[in-house]
């Protein structure tokens, strides 16, 4: 059972568009929740993470958003250009562990 | 990707048959991890190792075995590779478990169980 569900599947925008992915967790034991970008034939990449303590973290055209009552997260990529078509994936990591939880993936194209 | 090298990239065996795969790191990092990478359910966990010979499962360890005799190579073998075993395995490694302490990821093997 998936730990963490992410939403949606895929997802097409226009470049210059903004992009919106959406995670949902139920455990309360997560206490960190990065987001890892992945292209094709690669390993995953941290991209962006945030601690549940600050309800939202920009770098650059990445920002997450936070919303611990509702337990819920997610990533907007603002002005998306073509370099950004890839798998995004949440994660949410367990209290004091390295073990880290992902989400099924969304992938992301963006249409020059 | 961060000093890890996965050998081999790609692998093709028979159902029934071992098979080991290797995670070799050049960054001395303590911790090292297996997932499995599978459309619709992102990447899970097999096994992680927090030291050498120390090790612990992951949720997904059933028919997979891990060793680690060194500090930069850590092992996973299929004992008997079934067809649900096919995937995409990545190794990650991170240099401790704070929150700050970053996974970095192998470029990834792909096995095919037939």
């Known amino acids: 059972q998936q730990q963490v569900k992410q939403s949606p599947q895929s997802l097409i925008v226009q470049k210059g568009g903004i992009s919106i992915i959406n995670c949902a967790y139920e455990?309360?034991?997560?206490?960190?929740f990065p987001w890892y970008q992945q292209f094709p034939g690669k390993g995953p990449a941290l991209l962006i993470a945030?601690?549940?303590?600050?309800s939202e973290k920009k770098e650059g055209r990445f920002t997450i958003s936070f919303n611990k009552s509702a337990k819920q997260f997610s990533l907007h990529i603002m002005d998306s250009q073509p370099g950004d078509s890839a798998t995004y994936f949440c994660?949410?990591?367990?209290?004091?562990?390295?073990?880290?939880?992902f989400g099924a993936g969304t992938t992301v194209t963006v249409r020059a | 990707d961060a000093g890890i090298t996965q050998s081999p990239r790609h692998k093709v065996t028979e159902t029934g048959t071992p098979v080991t795969l290797r995670c070799h790191q050049t960054?001395?990092?303590?911790?090292m991890y297996w997932y499995r990478q599978d459309p619709g359910h992102g990447l899970r966990l097999i096994h992680y190792?927090?030291?050498?010979?120390?090790?612990d499962k992951g949720e997904v360890s059933d028919g997979y075995s891990v060793s680690r005799s060194k500090t930069e190579d850590f092992l996973l073998t299929l004992e008997s590779a079934t067809s649900s075993q096919t995937s995409v395995y990545f190794c990650?490694?991170?240099?401790?478990?704070?929150?700050?302490?970053?996974?970095?990821f192998g470029p990834g093997t792909r096995l095919t169980v037939l």
């Open positions: 994660a949410a990591r367990v209290l004091r562990t390295g073990k880290l939880s």
């Open positions: 990650a490694i991170s240099p401790g478990q704070r929150r700050a302490d970053t996974q970095y």
């Open positions: 455990n309360t034991a997560f206490d960190y």
């Open positions: 960054e001395n990092h303590r911790y």
């Open positions: 945030i601690r549940p303590d600050v």
């Open positions: 190792s927090y030291g050498v010979k120390d090790t």
